[in-house]
T-cell receptor
């Protein structure tokens, strides 16, 4: 079974608008962590934001925020005020357990920002 | 602070050859994980090393191996290359007790011809 599901293969967003990228996960562990990464065409995987399963508040990092709904097992990424440089592939990933450093990735969502 | 460094950035090899990729983690990080990214399979976990010991292994054939040195630098080796091994290979480093941190290098793009 897929541990991470990203249902949006591609999205278009207008510059300066906000965009929400969906991510649902599947785990039986109580302790886990959720990550979002950005991958431009150069290939580098850039860390954006992290949410721990025990974190009560939604994580925020600048223009990025994570809408964490634990009961629904969703961890959606919100990018506010989109910029042309935000055009990239975005991956949701999960670590399960407190000492397991393995990441399971979703299939990714391609975001294209239009001027 | 320098980031994760992977060398080489690009590599072209012939079927049947072997290849070694290198990853230098962020200073102070002792966990190094390797991932293979292909258009068909997406990002798949290969293995993770911590303090020179393999702690976790993904579902890859034995042709894929790795090791970690005392300075935390890691290498992965692929023997008897197949066309399907063409991929972007990414490594990630994490600090001790830092499961919330995972920083990636720029990757090595391997093409097998």
């Amino acid at each position: 079974a897929q541990k991470i599901t990203q249902t949006q293969p591609g999205m278009f967003v207008q510059e300066k608008e906000a965009v929400t990228l969906d991510c649902t996960y599947d785990t039986s562990d109580q302790s886990y962590g959720l990550f979002w990464y950005k991958q431009p065409s150069s290939g580098e995987m850039i860390f954006l934001i992290y949410q721990g399963s025990y974190d009560e508040q939604n994580a925020t990092e600048g223009r990025y925020s994570l809408n964490f709904q634990k009961a629904r097992k969703s961890a959606n990424l919100v990018i506010s005020a989109s910029q042309l440089g935000d055009s990239a592939m975005y991956f949701c990933a999960m670590r399960e357990g407190s000492n397991d450093y393995k990441l399971s990735f979703g299939a990714g969502t391609t975001v294209t920002v239009r001027a | 602070k320098a980031g994760v460094t992977q060398t080489p950035r690009y590599l072209i090899k012939t079927r049947g050859q072997q290849v070694t990729l290198s990853c230098s983690p962020i200073s102070g990080h002792r966990s190094v994980s390797w991932y293979q990214q292909t258009p068909g399979q997406g990002l798949q976990f290969l293995f993770e090393y911590f303090s020179e010991t393999q702690r976790n292994k993904g579902n890859f054939p034995g042709r894929f191996s790795g090791r970690q040195f005392s300075n935390s630098r890691s290498e992965m080796n692929v023997s008897t290359l197949e066309l399907g091994d063409s991929a972007l290979y990414l490594c990630a480093s994490s600090p001790v007790g830092g499961a919330e941190k995972a920083f990636f290098g720029q990757g090595t793009r391997l093409t097998v011809v």
